[in-house]
């Protein structure tokens, strides 16, 4: 059996057994992932907490309870205090990039020795971020950054972790926190992961502006990029830019006539 096949079962005969009609939200323990894998004669996974992990990050809800969510809405799980876990519907929100967006070509400045040795999408993700300096160039402010895969508690949230803080200072001397999620391969930025991020500025960083930033690779040397803002209507994308790598003998006189006149 494979681990999403496990998982599923798993998640599915949590969400079931507490589940009414009606509802919408839905908690439950962490204790009880074992417990709901002993009572399906599956094994335990290693990791706990990847079971939830999974279906909030990497892959959709079995149908079983994808059908139980209120017309025109769809449940995500997110964090309810330590070990504590809540299904909540909410009106879906895909974060994911804009093809018909136009790109802008950087030279890339990653050493080629990180490029050989990175060992994960991810990893090279925040690697290219960092020696190209997109951050400063997608927010137009100095960034610097702070701490890679920042794992902390959050009074009313719980666990959460971002996987690289960067602090800013613009031309007036205003201080900037930017956590940032990013995404390789198959993996795709999630709302609640974004809420978490915003929950952690206000509570490590509430002097700072927070300006939450979404990376995720749409191809080898192709970066999208979105900034988020909380409305009255929840989580937004304010921003989204993509941002092309390229060796610097291919950026052209044309390219550069065009980005003078390119809208900001």
């Known amino acids: 059996m494979t681990d999403r096949n496990r998982y599923t079962q798993i998640i599915e005969r949590i969400f079931l057994s507490r589940y009414e009609p ?9 204790e009880e992932i074992e417990e709901a894998a002993r009572e ?14 999974s279906f909030r ?33 909410t ?20 050493p080629g020795v990180i490029a050989l040795y990175s060992l994960s ?12 300096r997109l951050i400063d160039v997608f927010t137009g402010v100095a960034c ?18 971002t996987d690289e803080i960067y602090i800013g200072i613009d031309r007036r001397g205003a201080h900037y926190v930017f956590p940032l999620q990013a995404k390789g391969g198959n993996d795709k930025i999630g709302v609640v992961q974004v809420e978490q991020d915003l929950a952690l500025c ?31 209507s929840g989580l937004a994308i304010s921003s989204e830019r993509h941002y092309r790598l390229v060796p610097p003998e291919e950026m052209t006189t044309e390219d550069l006539a065009a980005y003078r006149v390119r809208a900001p």
């Open 22 to 30: 009606g509802r919408r939200e839905v908690t439950f323990e962490r």
């Open 40 to 53: 399906l004669g599956i094994k335990l996974p290693k990791n706990l907490g990847d079971v939830v992990y």
């Open 57 to 89: 990050y990497r892959t959709v809800l079995p149908e079983s309870i994808r059908a139980r969510a209120p017309e025109g809405e769809g449940w995500i799980i997110r964090p309810a205090g330590p070990s504590r876990y809540r299904f909540v519907a």
């Open 91 to 110: 009106a879906l929100v895909a974060i994911t990039p804009n093809r018909l967006l136009a790109e802008t070509k950087v030279p890339d400045a990653t």
């Open 121 to 132: 999408d991810e990893q090279a993700l925040l690697a290219k971020l960092r020696y190209n």
């Open 144 to 161: 610097y950054s702070l701490q890679s895969h920042l794992r902390t508690h959050v009074p009313g949230v719980g666990q959460v972790e």
């Open 202 to 232: 206000a509570a490590k960083f509430p002097a700072l502006i927070c300006r939450p930033i979404g990376a995720q690779f749409m191809g080898a040397n192709l970066i999208a990029l979105f900034e988020f803002e909380e409305s009255a």
